[in-house]
Structures are given as structure tokens and as C-alpha cells.
């Protein structure tokens, strides 16, 4: 029973393709979260949804577009990849208001 | 601005030994603070959380940690290490926004236990 769970674990690809991930969770919380792990383990956020809605949209190039089809999915397309955007990345949930977040295993993308 | 600053990079201990890793926040509002582990290749696990109320925090596996408004600290300590605690683990403070709260982590600290 994975509360969050992050498809797929790998992702390898070529420069300049388009790829997704997928996140799911089953806790029932309004909030979402994507991060981003660079190679240093420097974590930093990238957006965030609250019941569907966008509400943190850092400072993030738009070839990064979240989508929320419901309050239990976020998932992640990426456009034009570029060899920067390697690195893993974190899917999250958490109740409102400033409770524990709740992290998928990771999403390792690496660009050739 | 909220903010982290972790002290060490890498810490080592030897099993048994005292565990201490240290964390420095920065926070213009009462702070709700948090320390996560992260194993190799997994997702971040909480180990335990500052909101308000007592100021010493007792988490899973042993971990507590104290929040020191004076100090602007809240460090983690356990009293034995054990080989099963080798990871990485971030502070964190979090600000509430609309609906979620925007996490903001510490560069993280890599614990090593040795025999």
C-alpha cells in the first residue's frame, strides 16, 4: 500500500525529447508537490496544487508543466529536455495547512 | 525569507556513540520546523516535527530533536548510533501558502556509522 507513489523509478532519454512522470497518492490529501534533487542532494520545490488548483509555481522554466487531474494525481511533463535537467525528482502530498509531507521513492532522470 | 543551514556536511560516528547534527533556522514567523531521512535511491521519510508546544521533539527511531528559540536551533540528536541510521537527512522549515505549506530544506547532512 504505496501512500505516494512515482512512476516510472528510471527515465533515461536524449536530449531535446519530451517525457512525463506520473504521481499518484492514496492519503487523501488536498496538496501535491514536485522537487527537484540535483546532483549535490540539494532539494528545492518546484509546484505546487492544492485540490487541483496551482498555488506555488517557482521559479521554474515553462518546459516544466504540472498537471492535476484530480486531488490524487500530479504528474510532471517535461519539453525539450536539457542535460541540466538531470537529476531526481520528488512528488509529495501533505494535508492543508503546515503538516509532514509525505515523498515518493523518486523519479531518476538522466539525459544523454 | 525562511531559510536552513546545516552544519557539516558529513558527520561520522562511531556505533554507539552519540549523534548530534545540527541545524540553524531562519524565520521571520514562529517557525514549524521538521527533520526528514532519506535512505540511498528513496524517497524522504519524516523523522519527526516542530510546531508549537513542548520544545523537545521526540521522533521515530530513536531521533529527538530540541527547538531553541534563542539559539535559532533545532538540532538532532540520538544517544547511540546504530549502522541502520547511515543516511542523509535535511531540516527543513515550512511556510504555509494557500493551502499547502512551501518546504524549504537544509543542504542535508550525510551520516556515517562505523563499527
Known amino acids: 500500500d504505496t501512500a505516494v507513489s512515482q512512476t516510472p523509478k528510471y527515465l533515461v532519454t536524449q536530449m531535446g525529447n519530451d517525457k512525463s512522470i506520473k504521481c499518484e497518492q492514496n492519503?487523501?490529501?488536498?496538496?501535491m508537490y514536485w522537487y527537484k534533487q540535483d546532483s549535490k542532494k540539494f532539494l528545492k520545490i518546484m509546484f505546487s496544487?492544492?485540490?487541483?488548483?496551482?498555488?506555488i509555481n517557482e521559479t521554474v522554466p515553462n518546459r516544466f508543466s504540472p498537471k492535476s487531474p484530480d486531488k490524487a494525481h500530479l504528474n510532471l511533463h517535461i519539453n525539450s529536455l536539457e542535460l541540466g535537467d538531470s537529476a531526481v525528482y520528488f512528488c509529495?502530498?501533505?494535508?492543508?495547512?503546515?503538516?509532514?509531507?509525505?515523498f515518493g521513492d523518486g523519479t531518476r532522470l538522466s539525459i544523454l | 525569507a525562511q531559510s536552513v543551514t546545516q552544519l557539516g556536511s558529513h558527520v561520522s560516528v562511531s556505533e554507539g556513540a552519540l549523534v548530534l547534527l545540527r541545524c540553524n533556522y531562519s524565520s521571520s514567523v514562529p517557525p514549524y520546523l521538521f527533520w526528514y531521512v532519506q535512505y540511498p535511491n528513496q524517497g524522504l521519510q519524516l523523522l519527526l516535527k516542530y510546531t508549537t508546544g513542548a520544545t523537545l521533539v521526540k521522533g521515530i527511531n530513536g531521533f529527538e530533536a530540541e527547538f531553541k528559540k534563542s539559539e535559532t536551533s533545532f538540532h538532532l540528536t540520538k544517544p547511540s548510533a546504530h549502522m541502520s541510521d547511515a543516511a542523509e537527512y535535511f531540516c527543513a522549515v515550512s511556510f504555509s501558502t494557500g493551502g499547502g505549506n512551501k518546504l524549504t530544506f537544509g543542504t542535508g547532512t550525510q551520516l556515517k556509522v562505523e563499527l
Open positions: 492519503l487523501g490529501h488536498d496538496t
Open positions: 509529495a502530498s501533505s494535508p492543508v495547512g503546515n503538516q509532514p509531507q509525505h
Open positions: 496544487y492544492n485540490n487541483k488548483e496551482l498555488i
